[in-house]
């Protein structure tokens, strides 16, 4: 089946430094993806989601980019921390049914001080 | 709120044995879903439950069992566990409306080791 996979599997920044991770898709029939992060630990917690019908999203630090064309998926951080050091995760809501999501392998993000 | 809970947070079986991982949420959301999760790896749907007394196979879905009585409850059984079965078990819930998707809210996780 169709899944959705990540550039990079690692990605380390200079605290300050804006942070950009990757996602590639290749259901070109979902029209919900979502950005989770992961501490180590504890379960994946919601960051921004966008639907099809948009290009760009944005919340606090944070945003994510669709290009539908390369289906391609991005979130940007902007002034990275040391607390955004997690796992990213990228999903979609690939498969028949909308409401289940088909999750990438995640990135780890490595905020240096 | 409090979310989604989960209980227990470790457990430690030995091979053959049986157990009831809880999870409940306490947002009135009508989908519910289990999730396994390796090191290293992302999440893969065990089973899903779209409403009480509802529940269908997701990708990996041998060697478990869930049952949904109620819309909070939704626990997953493991029956005969095997090493296979090592690993991090995430709970989750989401609220729905047509074919719109939302998104989903986790628990924290059961870490399950079967020796």
């Known amino acids: 089946g169709e899944s959705v996979g990540l550039h990079l599997p690692t990605l380390s920044v200079q605290e300050g430094d804006n942070s950009i991770i990757n996602c590639a898709y290749s259901?070109?029939?979902?029209?919900?993806f979502i950005w989770y992060k992961q501490e180590s630990g504890k379960g994946p917690q919601f960051i921004i989601d966008i639907r099809s019908n948009m290009d760009k999203r944005q919340g606090q630090r944070v945003t994510v980019l669709l290009n539908k064309t390369v289906k391609h998926l991005s979130l940007q951080i902007a002034a990275t921390q040391p607390g955004d050091s997690a796992v990213y995760f990228c999903?979609?809501?690939?498969?028949?049914?909308?409401?289940?999501?088909?999750f990438g392998k995640g990135t780890l993000l490595t905020v240096n001080p | 709120n409090a979310g989604v809970t989960q209980t227990p947070k470790f457990r430690i079986l030995k091979i053959g044995q049986s157990m009831t991982l809880q999870c409940t949420q306490d947002?009135?959301?009508?989908?519910m879903y289990w999730y396994r999760q390796d090191p290293g790896m992302g999440l893969k749907l065990i089973y899903y439950?779209?409403?009480?007394?509802?529940?269908d196979k997701g990708e990996v879905p041998n060697g478990y069992n869930v049952s949904r009585s109620t819309t909070e409850d939704f626990p997953l059984r493991l029956e005969l566990a095997a090493p296979s079965q090592t690993s991090v078990y995430f709970c989750?819930?989401?609220?729905?409306?047509?074919?719109?998707?939302?998104?989903?809210?986790f628990g924290p996780g059961t870490r399950l080791t079967v020796t």
């Open positions: 989750a819930s989401s609220y729905s409306r047509g074919i719109i998707t939302y998104e989903q809210y």
């Open positions: 999903a979609e809501n690939s498969g028949g049914s909308n409401y289940k999501l088909t």
């Open positions: 259901n070109s029939a979902s029209d919900y």
């Open positions: 947002m009135n959301h009508n989908y």
């Open positions: 439950s779209v409403g009480a007394g509802i529940t």
